[in-house]
T-cell receptor, first 113, second 110 residues
């Protein structure tokens, strides 16, 4: 049973560019959450998608947007990249209605130069 | 969600019990205590959660004080592979915003 799959694993972008990160949830999960983790810090909640809609959002600017597809997979898009967007981006999946633990992927390491 | 306070770092000898404390003095009645850990270069891994009763699973035990203002995660026989950052999080069951703090860096030593 595959867990959460994220792609790519590493990415280097230039300031001002746009980036798309992808996530496939664990089998049986229907909810996807995205987190940003800067070096040496805990993950910070970006937003969560359920039924193809953004259900809850953390304190992130509109440059961060997302999408969820009918197969529950999700994308995170970041526009107008800043140096400060360099971080590990984590995707977590869960089954709606259950407060049990999220399953996290290994993340995408984004470096903005 | 209530804020949590954890020690920055802890050491534990291999084979001994690791007891990781967490203070959550402002926890609300409907908030659960969750524990995750993050091994270097991996995503966080769910360990255990509880509301007010002590909980145990194959990975760890969770002890919550009667007033629910603090809790302790216990790894009964720590191994070198348990070296990780451990996060204590409190959140309402239906709150989708799970907030991580800085966590406790546990180092298990031979």
């Amino acid at each position: 049973d595959a867990g959460v799959t994220q792609s790519p694993t590493h990415l280097i972008k230039t300031r001002g560019q746009q980036v798309t990160l992808r996530c496939s949830p664990k089998s049986g999960h229907d909810t996807v959450s995205w987190y940003q983790q800067a070096l040496g810090q805990g993950p910070q909640f970006i937003f969560q998608y359920y039924e193809e809609e953004e259900r809850q959002r953390g304190n992130f600017p509109d440059r961060f947007s997302g999408h969820q597809f009918p197969n529950y997979s999700s994308e995170l898009n970041v526009n107008a990249l800043l140096l400060g967007d360099s971080a590990l981006y984590l995707c977590a999946s869960s089954y709606d209605g259950q407060g049990d633990g999220y399953t996290f992927g290994s993340g995408t390491r984004l470096t903005v130069v | 969600d209530a804020k949590t306070t954890q020690p920055t770092s802890m050491d534990c000898a291999e084979g001994r019990a690791a007891n990781l404390p967490c203070n959550h003095s402002t926890i609300s009645g409907n908030e659960y205590v969750y524990w995750y850990r993050q091994i270097h270069s991996q995503g966080p891994q769910y360990i255990i959660h509880g509301l007010k009763n002590n909980e145990t699973n194959e990975m760890a035990s969770l002890i919550i004080t009667e007033d629910r203002k603090s809790s302790t995660l216990i790894l009964p026989h720590a191994t070198l592979r348990d070296t990780a950052v451990y996060y204590c999080i409190v959140r309402a069951y239906n709150n989708n915003d799970m907030r991580f703090g800085a966590g406790t860096r546990l180092t298990v030593k031979p």
